[in-house]
T-cell receptor, first 113, second 114 residues
Framework: QKEVEQDPGPLSVPEGAIVSLNCTYS??????FMWYRQYSRKGPELLMY????GNKEDGRFTAQVDKSSKYISLFIRDSQPSDSATYLC?????????????FGAGTQVVVTP | KAGVTQTPRYLIKTRGQQVTLSCSPI?????VSWYQQTPGQGLQFLFE???????NKGNFPGRFSGRQFSNSRSEMNVSTLELGDSALYLC?????????????FGPGTRLLVL
């Protein structure tokens, strides 16, 4: 079983809808949580970063971390066709090497006009 | 600041050859990590360098190696290429400052092994 589980999708939503993405993990030592967006044939782009538990909001994006359930979420409000991409969750523990992230498989999101 | 740059962007090689990929981190960032991305395995950690020293290595064979120079630029080398090495190779940099425990990725080098 992988340390980080993420449904690969695809997840299709109409323009303007809320996109809801999530990852579950098994390693209770994970403390740093990130969401990346990756367009086709491009490198991942950092969207959100959260340390430990709680919520964080940035524009149309909201990231949530529930460490008790080992569950993280990303919500995208007022989705646009330009949000169509693969969304990757990533995480690491405090004692892990700084540059070593564990990634989910990525969820492909399609926002239809 | 300019982002992470990687060269070349695309590469075609044949089995048995070797390849060297280059990565220039964001100015001021001293930590560089490399990842391999394939449709089947997703993003997998290769290795991490900080201050010219390898800090961590993923579960890849010894054919995969890397190094970091004094200006923080990094190279990775794959010897005796196999078909399964076809992938997008991504480099990421970070400045290792508290509150900035994130990595920023480059566009990647797409390697095709024939």
């Amino acid at each position: 079983q992988k340390e980080v589980e993420q449904d690969p999708g695809p997840l299709s939503v109409p323009e303007g809808a809320i996109v809801s993405l999530n990852c579950t993990y098994s390693n209770s030592a994970f403390q740093y949580f990130m969401w990346y967006r990756q367009y086709s044939r491009k490198g991942p782009e950092l969207l959100m970063y959260t340390y430990s538990s709680g919520n964080k909001e940035d524009g149309r994006f909201t990231a949530q971390v529930d460490k008790s359930s080992k569950y993280i979420s990303l919500f995208i409000r007022d989705s646009q066709p330009s949000d169509s991409a693969t969304y990757l969750c990533a995480m690491r523990g405090v004692t892990d090497s700084w540059g070593k992230l564990q990634f989910g498989a990525g969820t492909q999101v399609v926002v239809t006009p | 600041k300019a982002g992470v740059t990687q060269t070349p962007r695309y590469l075609i090689k044949t089995r048995g050859q070797q390849v060297t990929l280059s990565c220039s981190p964001i100015s001021g960032h001293r930590s560089v990590s490399w990842y391999q991305q394939t449709p089947g395995q997703g993003l997998q950690f290769l290795f991490e360098y900080f201050s010219e020293t390898q800090r961590n290595k993923g579960n890849f064979p010894g054919r995969f190696s890397g190094r970091q120079f004094s200006n923080s630029r990094s190279e990775m080398n794959v010897s005796t290429l196999e078909l399964g090495d076809s992938a997008l190779y991504l480099c990421a940099s970070s400045d290792r400052q508290p509150g900035q425990e994130t990595q920023y990725f480059g566009p990647g080098t797409r390697l095709l092994v024939l």
